[in-house]
Structures are given as C-alpha cells and as structure tokens.
C-alpha cells in the first residue's frame, strides 16, 4: 500500500470528480509520510475512511419565482467527519455547485477546522442556485425550500451550516427562520446569525480578518509586517472585504478587487471610504466591480474567458491574497507573481492555487499559505458562536477578536511545528495537512472501527 494507491483508489472511486482528487491528491502526498510513521494507521485504513464522506444527503428543491414559475435546483450536504466534532461548514449557493465542488470543501474542512483547536467534524452543502439577479422574495422561498429539506439532516448537536459563496447574512437569516418554524426550537444550528439573535460579533469579518493575522505571523518570521506592502486581493465579497479592511488597519496598500465580471486596479490604493463604497455596492446594491472603477476613475479589467492567465496577478506587489474561488490562480499566474518578486501568497479561499502553482511559488522561496490555515478564521469564530450559543452568553468585539488573533497565531505555530518535525521547515502546507490529519487520525484510531 503507497500513497499512490490510494489516489488511484480515490481517482477510480470518483472518475467525475476533478476538484475532489485535487483536494485527495494534495493531502495524500503530505500526509503519506506520517502513515508510513505510523503503520497503524495504514492497517485501519484512516486516510481511505477520510476520503470517504460518512453521510452525503442530495435532495431535489422546488421554488416559485415572482411571476409564478416553478424551477428545481438541486441541494446537497456532505457530512464528511465528525471523529472530533459535529459536522461544521458552510453552504454555498452557486451554479458550479456541483458533488465533486462539495466533497473537496468538505474534505478541506475536516483538516481547517481541527487546527482551530475547537473541536468540530467536516461537512459543506450548497446548492446549484443562482442568488444573482434574484429578488428578496425569490431568495427567501429558495432559502425556506431549501431548508425545508435540510433540516430533517442537521442539529445544534449534529451538523451546524454557515456561509460561503452566495450565502450570507441574509440568506443565514431566511434559512434560520424556516429551521425554527419547521422544528419548533430555537438553536444555535446555524452560524453567522444576526447579532440580535445568537450571531457572534467579529464572525462577519473573521476570514478575512484572519487570514491577514496570519499573513503577519509569516512575515514575522522574517521580521516584516505587513506595513507599507502592496497587496493584490481578488474577489470583492465576504473574505475580500474583511481581508482588505485589515490590510489598512496594518497599514498596507490593497490595489485590487473583482468579481466574476473582471477586476478593478487601484494604484493609489483602496482607501477606508472607498472600502465603504465597495461594502455598500457589493452587499446592499448588489451591484458590478466596474461601477468601482466608474467612480473612482481606475483601471477595469474585463475577465476574458479565452485567456489562460488572469492579468490581476501579473500587477507587481509584495502579497497576493485569492479571496474569491478554487483554481483562481495557475501555473502562468504563479510564474507572473514569482517574476514581479511575490513575498508571501495567503489563501483566503479555499483552493484558489493549483497543485503545479503551489509548487512553483514554493520551488521560488514565496511563503505560501494553504486555505485550510489562512482561512480558519471564519470557522473558527462560527467555533466561538456555537460556544456561546451553548452558554447563553455573549462576548464583546474585543473578546472575539483577541480569541481569534489567538486562534491564528496557534495555527500558525502549529503548522510551522509538524512542517519542522516532518522535515519541510517553513512548507505551511505540509505543516498543515499533517497536524490536522493527526488530530483526526488519532480520535478515529481511539474510536474503533465506524
Ligand atoms: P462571497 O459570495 O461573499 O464572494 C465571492 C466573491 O468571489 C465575489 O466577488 C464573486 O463574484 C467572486 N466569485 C465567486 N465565484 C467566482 C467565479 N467562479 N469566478 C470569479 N469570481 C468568482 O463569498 P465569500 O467571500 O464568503 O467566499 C470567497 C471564498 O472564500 C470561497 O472560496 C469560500 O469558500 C472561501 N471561504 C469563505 C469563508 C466565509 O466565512 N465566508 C470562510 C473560509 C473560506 P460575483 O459576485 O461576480 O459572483
Ligand atoms: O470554508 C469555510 O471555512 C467556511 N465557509 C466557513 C464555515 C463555517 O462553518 O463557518
């Protein structure tokens, strides 16, 4: 038995599932050493069990759009692990939603969300819905339909959604409001609620705060800050936002935003106000990055889908952070970052770099962080509202946010440790594949056979 055989086994297992094998390959190569560490491992066929989603739910949803029309999406959950905790992982509305797309963030998940420390198994869902262009109304009859489904599979003890792409504060508020009304109780089930009703404060900005926590705990370790350094940001939601907003804080320069449209270049770099601007557009208007560049008078750039590299990250900068979506950056992107001299490339989405892009900035000596570390802020703190949703309690901004600032510079440590003791010092995404997979590891060999 090799860690070849077992991708092969992944690979035959899943033919029609591209994203999945990327996300098994690129943990099965890390982790392979410490099977062989640890032959036991390899007997109880643990990484097999992992690969493997314990439970994985798809369901048929029927709306009624404005005028009338019936249309059926399809909506999933994959409860992937839950050696250590519940279930815990976001829902994502998308048209690319597909099984392979949900399977490899909920394979990333198990590994994310026991380096935070907080003891929570791995699941994601989603659905194939398109929320853009939506009505409220049209949103919310999605949301209770969805749910209407959904809930007969989750718990505040079982399995506990959230937001990803396409879903948050509002669309957490409808699906919260039909679990209620369905199972008749009030719960933490689902994080990233309102403040006014159980949602922690920070965890709206978590991610992308997080991820620029962690982004200063690399540089640190070459004694340099995130001050006075360029960054490249793409996406311009959730993550991008929050990520963008503490750059400035630390006193960086972000000069770039986008969306699905293309992208906006801001050489004199996103202020606090434009910021507000870009929040307002994005989470209230519902509008287009372009209209950025309008008002600001900078630079668009259409997203041209005939081309094989994304020209966002041929502009010269210190950091790169790919806040938008998987495979967002190739190899012709990770040699146009290299050539303008890249420090350090943050994952603030989950699998934005591709295996052959990874290798090629780590090959160059840029310091790379996996999604499944950089990113572990926004689950982590949903860790911290379901904490507090068990204790009837509620903590301050600044108790939230200290614990996270805590959160990601354990992480942090925690990957540079077993990258150390795996002989990879400094390689975050060894570090990290192998601690998490150790947590989990360890809890199902104590478990027995299930
Ligand atoms: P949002 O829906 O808030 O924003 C997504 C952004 O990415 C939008 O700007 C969107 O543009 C763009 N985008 C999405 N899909 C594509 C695509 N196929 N091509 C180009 N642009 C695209 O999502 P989040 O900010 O929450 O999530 C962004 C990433 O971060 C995802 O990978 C998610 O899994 C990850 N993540 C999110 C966490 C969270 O707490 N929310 C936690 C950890 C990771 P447009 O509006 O045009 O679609
Ligand atoms: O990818 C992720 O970690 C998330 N979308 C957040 C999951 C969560 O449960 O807060």
Not at 274 to 284: I, M, R, W
Not at 396 to 407: C, F, N, W, Y
Request: net charge neutral; aromatic share 8%.
């Amino acid at each position: 038995m090799s860690g070849h055989d077992i991708l092969d086994l992944v690979k035959q297992r899943n033919p029609n599932e591209p994203e999945f094998i990327q996300a098994a390959e690129e943990v099965i190569t890390s982790v392979w050493p410490v099977l062989e560490r640890n032959p036991e491992f390899i007997r109880l066929r643990l990484l097999e069990r992992m690969l493997e989603p314990e439970r994985q739910i798809s369901f048929r949803v029927t709306w009624l759009d404005d005028k009338g029309n019936v249309h059926v999406n399809r909506g999933y959950r994959v409860q992937m692990n839950s050696a250590i905790g519940p279930y815990k992982g976001g829902l994502r509305f998308h048209p690319s939603v597909t099984p392979s797309v949900l399977k490899f963030l909920a394979f990333e998940q198990i590994f994310k969300n026991a380096l935070t420390g907080i003891p929570m198994g791995g699941g994601k869902g989603g659905s194939d819905f398109n929320p853009k262009g939506k009505s409220d109304d049209e949103v919310m009859k999605f949301c209770q339909a969805f749910m209407g489904e959904l809930a007969r599979h989750i718990s505040h003890r079982l399995d506990v959604p959230a937001g990803d792409i396409g879903v948050g504060g509002r669309e957490i508020g409808y699906l919260f409001g039909a679990y209620k009304k369905i199972k008749n109780e009030f719960t933490g089930v689902l994080t990233g609620k309102g403040i006014g009703w159980g949602g922690s404060l920070i965890r709206t900005e978590a991610t992308g705060y997080g991820l620029i926590y962690f982004a200063e705990n690399m540089l640190q370790e070459k004694k340099e800050s995130i001050k006075d350094k360029t960054c490249l940001v793409s996406g311009s939601g959730n993550v991008a936002q929050y990520a963008i907003e503490k750059i400035i804080h630390l006193g960086g320069k972000a000069v770039t935003a986008s969306d699905s449209d293309g992208f906006i270049y801001d050489a004199a770099g996103i202020t606090k106000d434009k910021l507000e601007f870009l929040k307002d557009l994005k989470n209230n208007r519902r509008g287009r990055i372009k209209e950025y560049a309008d008002k600001y008078k900078c630079e668009f750039h259409a997203l041209d889908a005939k081309h094989d590299h994304n020209p966002l990250w041929s502009i010269k900068a210190d950091c790169a952070f790919p806040c938008a979506t998987q495979n967002e950056v190739n190899e012709k992107d990770a040699n146009n970052l290299v050539k303008n001299g890249l420090k350090l490339l943050g994952e603030g989405a989950n699998m934005p770099t591709t295996i052959d892009a990874i290798n090629i900035l780590i090959d160059h000596g840029v310091m790379y962080s996996p999604g499944k570390a950089s990113n572990a802020g926004g689950v982590a703190t949903s860790g911290l509202e379901m904490t507090q949703n068990y204790m009837g309690t509620k903590w301050t901004s600044e108790e939230v946010d200290a614990r996270l600032v805590g959160i990601m510079k354990n992480i942090h440590q925690t990957c540079l440790a077993a990258a150390k003791e795996y002989g990879k010092p400094g390689n975050y995404l060894v570090g990290a594949n192998i601690a998490g997979f150790l947590k989990v590891a360890k809890a199902m060999q104590a478990q027995g056979v299930v």
